[in-house]
């Protein structure tokens, strides 16, 4: 709960950089073998492509349930939880509308620590399942968005 509610504050924040030191190790290891990526680019990424959605897309909140599910063991000594998570973000062309993105995020304990993933969809699911296959049997929801007139949200 402390690194959910601590990924949550940088995100609240806008420091999505700091946010790639909440990814499991192995995962990171992994995209750091692609030439030229490193966790300084990484970070990097991650901030740019945050600041440029923010800049049509104001943040407005996210929201995690840490009540929603158990923490559930998939194989020797590894666990998981879901934690539903909602994000919701402002229009600066239609400022009468918000929209909110709902999904689950995956914290993984592995190497005696909690790790946060964001599974955004089919491909990254699968590219993490190749790290980390005793997960590939958790079911999770990709990320979906709708529109939502502001006070509907």
Same mark, same amino acid.
């Given at each position: ?37 490193? &966790?300084?680019?990484? *970070? !990097? ?13 104001? /943040?407005?909140? $996210? ?44 914290? &993984?304990?592995?190497? *005696? !620590? ?13 590219? /993490?399942?190749? $790290? ?22």
């Amino acid at each position: 709960a402390d690194q959910v509610q601590s990924f949550e504050a940088l995100f609240a924040s806008g420091n999505m950089a700091d946010t790639i030191d909440f990814m499991p190790p192995k995962l990171l290891a992994k995209i750091t073998e692609t030439p030229n990526v490193t &966790i300084e680019a990484l *970070k !990097e990424q991650a901030q740019t492509s945050w600041e440029e959605t923010i800049s049509e897309y104001p /943040f407005e909140s $996210i929201t995690f349930d840490l009540n929603a599910y158990n923490v559930t063991e998939v194989a020797d000594g590894k666990y998981y939880k879901r934690v539903p998570t909602e994000v919701v973000l402002g229009s600066i062309e239609n400022p009468t509308q918000v929209s909110r993105t709902r999904s689950d995020t995956l914290a &993984i304990y592995d190497a *005696k !620590e909690w790790y946060i993933v964001r599974l955004n969809g089919e491909a990254h699911a699968n590219y /993490f399942n190749e $790290i980390y296959p005793e997960y590939a049997d958790v079911q999770i929801d990709f990320p979906a968005e709708e529109t939502l007139e502001r006070g509907n949200e």
